[in-house]
């Protein structure tokens, strides 16, 4: 086993909640998300919640120019590799529920997608909700905010945060098998 499954692991044994899966995202999972990216803007991709660097690999293979990747880690190993592993994408070390304060410095107030790992389920409704508006601050309306999910349902209450949301994929080779939802904000329609 390489070091980075081993220190996921070890990271998940620490404090399951925080992590929210025994094992890193498979190489299916992540490019199933990738693929969601839209492939004709210019404008960055922000990343939530970068692990072992599974979903960053797939987005680069996708074609994101490290330039346009911007990935947030709070868990201060998992940043380590992460930089180590990708030292010509922006890796932050910060809470996602802190997107806003965490990009104001880099000047940074627009993506064209956000991509997150992030275990949604496991965290409270407050810090999932403000994850969730803090990101799609930074997109325009019907820009894509992409999140996995081992549940059944929406990791997102969609009516509540005022977004649609679809599952656009479903990854058996995954551990566990897991569903990849595609939200966003409804553009705004003539009265």
């Not at 890193?24 to 072992?52: F, K, N």
């Not at 409270?124 to 325009?140: G, K, N, T």
Request: glycine share 6%.
């Amino acid at each position: 086993m390489s070091s980075a499954p081993i220190l996921f692991l070890k990271r998940w044994l620490k404090d399951p909640l925080k992590i929210g899966a025994i094992a890193p995202s498979s190489r299916e999972l992540a490019a199933a998300m990738a693929r969601l990216v839209p492939a004709d803007s210019q404008d960055l991709v922000i990343e939530l919640g970068g692990g072992t660097g599974v979903i960053t690999q797939a987005l680069l293979e996708a074609g994101i120019a490290p330039a346009r990747l911007v990935v947030v880690e709070r868990d201060e190993a998992l940043h380590d590799l992460l930089v180590r592993r990708f030292p010509e994408v922006r890796i932050l070390l910060g809470d996602a529920a802190d997107l806003a304060s965490l990009l104001r410095p880099l000047g940074i107030t627009r993506a064209c997608a956000v991509v997150s790992g992030l275990p949604l389920l496991a965290m409270r409704d407050s810090v999932r909700d403000r994850i969730v508006e803090e990101s799609f601050a930074l997109l325009e309306p019907g820009a894509p905010f992409i999140q996995f999910t081992y549940g059944l349902a929406s990791p997102i209450p969609r009516r509540k945060l005022g977004v649609q949301g679809e599952v656009k994929s479903r990854v058996l080779n995954n551990l566990p098998p897991a569903s990849v939802w595609l939200y966003h904000r409804p553009t705004a329609t003539a009265a």
